[in-house]
């Protein structure tokens, strides 16, 4: 079989492992959805979401099921949405989104995470800053006139419309809010009937630090080492 099939089963377990981390970040949203709003998402909108964006990663349904059924119980984890900022080497910022049950154990990983790769974490604030928190919507292009959707959607949020390509979804469009207008673009889409593929917030960098490609593979060094722990939901950072 030889270093072909070395090669493949590295591919093949390295799909895993982002699979993995993936059902473990949608299962702490859902979680936190549950416990700040019940179980039926009928009624509680950030778990239709969290719903949502764990089918978008294909997380099986009987794990999300037993992800709200767990969460329903009286010893369930009880979440916290806690952010930790800092620089990574040639002073890329960082800003990291945890979800925790346990911020001791958090901010030590996260600390180390940032002094053993070169990086120095800061207090609140230090970073956040350079940072828009944003709403994000990923949909399928498919039957969509983006043009006249963007005209549209303009009164009701929108600052900005992109096109990408997922490796799972094809051709896809990025519809970007500021986060406070989450709710009201939200609602123009239902209203519209336009199935959402995800709906999160995310941490947009306002400017971005080129550099060199040696450099910027010691900070994507680092930020893998936080992706990596089982606390980290996000790593947003300002490296072009």
């Known amino acids: 079989m030889g270093r072909m099939f070395e090669?493949?089963?590295h591919t093949m377990f390295a799909r895993w492992d982002r699979m993995a981390k993936a059902f473990t970040?949608?299962?702490k949203d859902i979680a936190i959805a549950v416990r700040a709003g019940g179980e039926n998402p009928d009624y509680n909108p950030a778990l239709r979401r969290a719903i949502q964006n764990a089918r978008s990663v294909n997380m099986p349904k009987d794990k999300i099921a037993n992800?709200?059924?767990k969460a329903m119980g009286a010893d369930a984890a009880d979440y916290a949405i806690v952010n930790y900022e800092g620089y990574a080497p040639h002073g890329i910022a960082v800003l990291v989104e945890t979800a925790t049950d346990?911020?001791?154990r958090?901010?030590?990983?996260?600390?180390?995470?940032?002094k053993k790769h070169g990086g120095n974490m800061g207090n609140s604030g230090s970073v956040a800053f350079m940072f828009d928190q944003m709403g994000a919507f990923k949909l399928k292009t498919e039957g969509l006139d983006l043009e006249e959707l963007e005209l549209d959607l303009i009164d009701h949020g929108?600052?900005?419309l992109e096109q990408d390509e997922s490796e799972e979804h094809g051709a896809i469009a990025i519809?970007?809010?500021a986060f406070t207008d989450f709710n009201n673009l939200?609602?123009?889409?239902d209203e519209r009937d336009i199935k959402t593929i995800s709906a999160e917030t995310e941490w947009v960098p306002k400017n971005l630090v080129e550099l060199p490609e040696a450099q910027g593979d010691e900070v994507l060094k680092l930020i893998d080492a936080m992706e990596q722990d089982e606390d980290v939901q996000n790593v947003f950072h300002n490296l072009a």
């Open 7 to 9: 090669k493949r089963k």
């Open 25 to 27: 970040r949608c299962g």
């Open 67 to 69: 992800a709200i059924k």
């Open 102 to 104: 346990n911020p001791t």
């Open 106 to 114: 958090t901010v030590a990983t996260v600390r180390f995470a940032f």
């Open 158 to 160: 929108l600052e900005d």
């Open 175 to 177: 519809l970007r809010c």
């Open 186 to 189: 939200q609602t123009a889409l």
